[in-house]
């Protein structure tokens, strides 16, 4: 039986009253570190800093393990209970930051909550970021992750594997979905998806909304954002804007 794909939405009132947990105030900071208007290679590569550093600050290490390591030439990083309590699955985590920041040091904040959670062990990986490597370098990224992940994970198979992302790291966990059903291959068993990025063209209402619960989240950002991941793309395109494509099958 296929798993079927729930979407939950929240009130507005709730999403504003989450911003009071500890965790979800860490998170802003970081990604007001990583939400720069200007593309220029200076600024880039300051909010990254910014990011690496916060992150490390305030993830919640404590009783957890952290191994960092090479995958198929990117970095990557296991989190790991020192003691787990989850069955026999594990968590795949795309980042987030707009395609243009995002690395390990930021991922170690929802990995740690992740494997906290779940008890499963749960690896991140940095994908190439824009706009040094625009698309399609970062879903390339995310498919060579999912295949050497797979292989890694002696007995384990697609439908044990959780595939988790936020913010772009959703966009591009959808995005991989469809990446693998289109070619015929088995998809991951579950999908956790934490305010995905879901419509590159800015069509839709939310882009408004979301403004006034998160000011970071500016038009102007989102379109700086897109420029430098998929200038001259066509937005409506599934591999940009999962929101379109065809989810018969999850």
């Not at 800093?49 to 957890?64: D, N």
């Not at 749960?122 to 879903?139: I, K, N």
Request: aromatic share 8%.
């Amino acid at each position: 039986m296929e798993p079927k794909l729930r979407i939950i939405r929240k009130k507005k009132s709730e999403a504003e009253n989450a911003h009071l947990d500890p965790l979800m105030r860490a998170l802003k900071a970081l990604h007001s570190a990583g939400a720069p208007e200007s593309m220029t290679a200076e600024e880039l590569e300051r909010q990254r800093r910014s990011q690496e550093v916060l992150g490390k600050l305030t993830a919640p290490m404590t009783g957890m393990d952290y191994e960092e390591f090479a995958l198929s030439g990117m970095s990557a990083a296991w989190t790991r209970l020192k003691a787990p309590h989850g069955s026999r699955h594990a968590i795949l985590y795309c980042h987030g930051g707009g395609y243009t920041s995002g690395n390990l040091g930021y991922s170690r904040v929802l990995s740690s909550k992740l494997a906290h959670a779940t008890g499963y062990d749960v690896l991140s990986f940095e994908y190439r970021l824009a706009p040094e490597f625009p698309y399609p370098a970062a879903v390339e990224d995310a498919l060579r992750a999912w295949d050497v992940y797979k292989r890694q994970l002696q007995g384990y198979g697609a439908r044990d594997i959780v595939l988790a992302g936020d913010s772009a790291g959703g966009n591009l966990a959808l995005v991989l979905c469809n990446r693998l059903k289109t070619a015929g291959r088995k998809l991951p068993g579950t999908l956790i998806l934490m305010s995905p990025w879901t419509d590159m063209t800015m069509s839709g209402q939310s882009y408004t909304e979301r403004a006034e619960i998160d000011p970071m989240l500016t038009p102007e950002y989102i379109e700086a954002v897109r420029l430098a991941y998929a200038a001259g793309r066509d937005y409506r395109s599934s591999d940009l804007s999962p929101l379109f494509a065809d989810f018969t099958g999850f």
